[in-house]
């Protein structure tokens, strides 16, 4: 035998078998992929626009550690609003007879908001580490090299999201929360289709434009100049990446049957209406010392009285994002209108010609704009 042939018989450690979807322990979960690896022997570049937007993203890679400034001071207490929306439904909350939080008061209310702050940064954090994943099994699974090439910038970007998510929570703020099962769910589901292109509509459809919205709202809504600067990097990125979705799948989705568009309708009328009935972060109500099943049902009366929904602007930037995108691919028409009917009973048409993120990604390109400024002066 020579030195670099392993002995057949080598002792292995006796290993547990692992059936789908296990959590091994606090640190990991295994997720099985049921998706063909492609490796391709064509390397032509014949898909133009995808080869602008992957030299695009080569050009606009930045640094986590050289463009954001980490030494800036920030203090939790300054960084919440207490009269968003959720603040005002928990200040309803108090004022409800025999209320678990009914002595609650400024204090409180900061503190609820600043474990608030951290779920929702933690969300980001595990959405990102999810998003990194997602694009590395589009790299294994796409058929076209230019979207391989695209792919991995993307996974490249994702991964320092996620890594500039995790150090924000780490340093500035403290303990993350876990992954909402929601979103969990949702990643898991992308994560271990055979379909190449459902992870594509699931995550760069659905899951960016929910990030678009997500992030858009943050950065309105702060003055931190690390998050702000933070947030305007990371939407950079993300708009290249939903319009890489858009470019893809609209010229898949023109080659499939209606059959076939009927799968990918159904899937985008299930992933995105079941997304309407969101509820709050039952932990941070236990971080906080109140047992969520405590106070939902003053949470109820509060929302019923002051009709307040607190998912509601993020639900309309959401699916203004979201339904002129789908509209892009075909899917709002194909099968006689399927989607089309399905949203319009729930009130989603209502979006179809809101600004879209398709073909202005350069205006999010903040990378871009400091870069020219920087030069400029
Ligand atoms: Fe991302
Ligand atoms: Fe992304």
Redesign the pocket.
């Known amino acids: 035998m020579s030195a670099t042939q392993a002995p057949e018989s080598a002792e292995l450690p006796d290993l547990p078998e692992l059936p789908d979807k296990v959590v091994v322990d606090d640190a990991i979960k295994v997720i099985h992929d049921h998706a063909d690896r492609i490796f391709l022997w064509e390397y032509g570049r014949d898909r133009a626009q995808l080869v602008t937007l992957y030299n695009k993203a080569m050009a606009s890679q930045w640094s986590s550690v050289i463009d954001l400034d980490w030494s800036t001071d920030v203090d939790p207490e300054a960084l919440v609003d207490l009269d968003t929306p959720m603040l005002r439904l928990v200040k309803g909350a108090i004022e409800v007879p025999g209320s678990p939080i009914k002595s609650w008061g400024e204090k409180e209310l900061t503190a609820y908001a600043i474990e608030g702050f951290k779920a929702q940064l933690s969300q980001f954090m595990h959405g990102?580490q999810g998003?990194m994943m997602t694009?590395a099994k589009i790299v294994e699974t796409v058929p076209w090299i230019d979207a391989k090439y695209y792919a991995s910038t993307?996974t490249m970007?994702?991964a320092r999201?996620t890594e500039v998510f995790a150090k924000y929570l780490q340093t500035k703020l403290g303990d993350p929360y876990p992954m909402s099962p929601y979103l969990e769910e949702q990643v898991t589901t992308l994560l271990e289709d055979s379909r190449w292109d459902i992870a594509y509509l699931g995550?760069?459809i659905i899951i960016?434009s929910l990030?678009l919205a997500a992030f858009g709202d943050l950065l309105r809504r702060t003055e931190e100049p690390l998050l702000r600067k933070l947030l305007r990097y990371v939407l950079a990125?993300?708009a290249r990446?939903v319009a890489f979705g858009i470019l893809s799948l609209a010229e898949f989705y023109e080659h499939l049957s209606e059959a076939e568009l009927k799968d990918r309708q159904e899937f985008l009328a299930e992933n995105t209406l079941r997304n309407r009935s969101r509820s709050t972060t039952p932990e941070v109500w236990d971080r906080l010392g109140v047992p969520f099943e405590k106070v939902a049902p003053a949470l109820a009366e509060a929302a019923a009285a002051l009709k307040v929904n607190p998912f509601a602007g993020f639900q309309k930037a959401f699916f203004s994002k979201l339904v002129p995108n789908v509209g892009k691919l075909g899917l709002l028409d194909a099968n006689n209108g399927y989607l089309r009917k399905q949203w319009d009973t729930a009130g989603l048409m209502a979006y179809e010609f809101a600004e879209d993120t398709a073909s202005d990604y350069a205006s999010y390109d903040a990378v871009a704009q400091d870069r020219a400024a920087a030069s400029d002066s």
């Open positions: 990102e998003a694009a993307q970007d994702e999201h995550m760069q960016e990030a990125d993300e990446h």
